[in-house]
């Protein structure tokens, strides 16, 4: 197994080692999560760079890297449910949305005919990950009682169920937004595995 890959496959294993992590009880334990976080998202870009650096781009990647990716944050953003920060029907149907996608993104890459990641798709990627991060560091920020005694209203401020509410419904709205431009803009590859399966 390349490198890329094996650092894609170390994002999905320390997926629940994050989770268990963000869930204790200890604060100490909360920041190590942080920071497992951070250094899963930088292999995102390392991983990447790699496989173009030295040309080893492979369809196995190409599948498994956005995979690695969902797993990781859509398990960051059920936990953020688990954690009364979020509500669920918006994570619900982001799952949907990215189960779709992912899933026509891996057939079409299994029938030579890839999809390009549309540069709207990827600065809705971009922004749920700012999202992700901005719920992380203050939620993780006001479980240390240093930090909370200077900036305890900040945090309860940042954390309110109003805050958090309209950036999900940002994240989730821009998501079914790009989700439908995806199927619009493919839709001659999606009547060709329709044509494909009722011929079958």
């Not at 890959?5 to 994050?18: C, K, M």
């Not at 492979?58 to 960051?76: C, N, V």
């Not at 918006?90 to 990641?117: F, N, Q």
């Not at 900040?154 to 199927?183: C, E, N, P, R």
């Amino acid at each position: 197994m390349s490198l890329s890959n094996s650092l894609t496959v170390f994002r999905i294993v320390i997926t629940p080692i994050f989770l268990y992590l963000l869930f204790s009880p200890s604060s100490t334990f909360k920041q190590i999560a942080l920071l497992i976080f951070c250094i899963a998202a930088l292999t995102d870009w390392y991983d990447g760079w790699i496989a173009r650096k030295y040309g080893t781009v492979s369809r196995w990647g190409k599948f498994l890297d956005p995979l690695a990716d969902k797993i990781l944050t859509l398990s960051t953003l059920f936990g953020f449910v688990y954690l009364d920060l979020i509500n669920v029907w918006m994570v619900w149907v982001i799952l949907a949305r990215d189960v779709i996608i992912t899933g026509l993104r891996s057939y079409a890459e299994y029938k030579d005919e890839p999809i390009t990641t549309s540069k709207t798709a990827q600065a809705k990627t971009f922004s749920e990950l700012i999202i992700i991060y901005f719920i992380l560091i203050f939620y993780v920020g006001s479980t240390v009682n240093s930090l909370r005694g200077k900036f305890g209203s900040l945090f309860s401020s940042m954390l309110k169920h109003d805050v958090l509410y309209g950036m999900m419904l940002f994240v989730t709205i821009s998501t079914v937004a790009t989700g439908v431009m995806y199927i619009i803009d493919n839709r001659k590859f999606i009547q060709k595995i329709y044509a494909g399966t009722a011929d079958a």
